[in-house]
């Protein structure tokens, strides 16, 4: 673990709760701490951290700080009381998915603290087993002073490039993933519109040109049209895929199919369905 031995860990929902609980069996000190402080002494009890009654307490004498909310208006909130005990020498690592010019702005903000960004692809599942992915930006020695609490939480670690990079292949990634939900979800309408069988469907979706994660993921629940929340909430897709278009015109492209996308899941998020999971767009077609 290097000079990393005690980690403050921030956000602890439906991904941060399982990254922090591979940290802690990793051995590293945990304090954590999340706005619902009944979560956060639940977590502390069940796997030996320190529950925080505030993210200045879980920081002060961190060696890193880890933030996984979100967007940045979180992550800054969460700046505000931890900057205050963190000390220059920590690292810090924010593991949410926020737009590449936030992410150089936090940078900034933590100076002279080492940064980096290290966004998740995924779904809760592999949060619990530690096999996420993870894109890391940022400068080269950060990321291998990162690597033990990387290597605790995932299993594809890629450093990216510098510092945005790896916010900008999250968000271009996460893109796709909605473009290919909105699409699997006209196509389960249109094979149960026909009366196909949802098992045949499903079987040989996946042997043809239009498999994808997201069909296997997605596909039974579209199918039985359930959305709880199990993986990724629709409006934290409809962020992302925000967050990408924003990005994407400040290159000077504009993209086409996301933006047909966000329309989607804004009409999904209006009718009810934003804290839903994101297979929830299946609803815009209504």
Known sequence: MAD????????LGIMGGPMARNLREAGFDLSVYTRT??????FAAEHGATAAASPAEAAAEADALITMVPDAPEVDEVLDSALTTLPESALVV??????????????GRVAPRDYLEAPVSGSKPK???GTLTIFAGGEAAAFERARPLFDAMGELIVHVGPLGHGQMAKLITNAMGAVHAAMLAEAIRTAKAAGLDPDAFL?????????????NLKGRQMFEER??????????????????????RSLGIELELPALAEGLYARAAESGHAEQDFAAVYTAFD
């Not at 402080?37 to 639940?42: G, L, M, W």
């Open 37 to 42: 402080r009944e979560k956060a002494e639940r």
């Open 203 to 215: 079987t040989v979706a996946a042997g043809s040109a239009g498999a994808s994660g997201v069909l």
């Open 94 to 107: 924010d593991m949410s998915t926020v737009a590449p010019s936030a992410s150089l702005a936090i940078g």
């Open 4 to 11: 990393l031995e005690r980690v403050a860990f921030v956000g």
């Open 127 to 129: 949060a619990e087993d």
């Open 227 to 248: 959305w709880e929340p199990a993986l990724f909430k629709l409006e934290h897709m409809l962020k992302d895929v925000r967050h990408t278009l924003v990005e994407a």
